[in-house]
């Protein structure tokens, strides 16, 4: 149950994410500019929405609506597409259990072909900092010239761990953990949506032990 809360209510949209205005802004400001990098990094405390906010502007720079909308539409095509977990174009990879150089060199192979349906491809890559040194070499040559219709996002806990050629290369963009009148609004609103009653002691008491991370409170609500 508390894995299904945390996915069920995760953000589709950038109104939705909570406390992370300045980075959202900035994002936004970006794609409405069409000044988007070619290259991200997301980092900061585990559970404060790096992977979200990595699908979000994989799923934004794809968004047929959103520089009328200045958001995500949700309704479009290629939204619709992401959101049923069908897009081919929007790689994923976990850097902790594949954080090897024959990974990179098959991420290296596929950058050069076309999106097969998006207007951009993605890769997304997650716990960044755990690939391995012979990886990162690999990584960095994509980095410095990757063709035009590709966008990397990487995530990270612990972003000291990258090389500084890698952090060169990327736009930063650091989350914190929230306050607890975040952790209360968003607790409030899933148990509104989950038709449960909840006390403002019991939430005291999620924000307390999530230490302020959105998905470890999620997790919690859930348990309870």
Do not use: W
Not at 101 to 127: A, S, T, V, W
């Amino acid at each position: 149950m508390e894995s299904v809360l945390y996915r069920k209510y995760r953000s589709k949209s950038f109104s939705q994410v909570i406390s992370q205005d300045h980075t959202v802004n900035l994002l936004i400001n970006s794609i409405i500019q069409d000044k988007i990098s070619h290259a991200y990094l997301f980092c900061g405390p585990r559970g404060t929405g790096k992977t979200t906010l990595a699908r979000l502007m994989a799923k934004a720079v794809n968004c047929e609506n959103f520089k009328v909308n200045k958001d995500i539409c949700n309704e479009c095509i290629y939204c619709r597409t992401i959101n049923s977990g069908n897009a081919i174009d929007i790689i994923e990879m976990d850097a902790a259990s594949n954080r090897g150089i024959e990974e990179i060199r098959n991420l290296k192979d596929g950058i050069n072909f076309m999106p097969g349906f998006l207007k951009k491809k993605i890769y997304i890559i997650d716990e960044a900092h755990m690939l391995t040194k012979e990886a990162f070499n690999a990584l960095l040559k994509t980095l410095e010239e990757p063709p035009e219709h590709i966008l990397f996002i990487l995530a990270t806990t612990e972003p000291q761990k990258l090389p500084i050629t890698i952090l060169s290369r990327v736009q930063r963009y650091d989350l914190h953990l929230v306050n607890e009148e975040a952790i209360e609004k968003k607790i409030l609103y899933i148990a509104s949506q989950e038709n449960l009653v909840i006390e403002k002691k019991a939430i005291e008491m999620i924000y307390r032990q999530s230490g302020g991370s959105y998905r470890d409170a999620e997790s919690l609500l859930g348990k309870i």
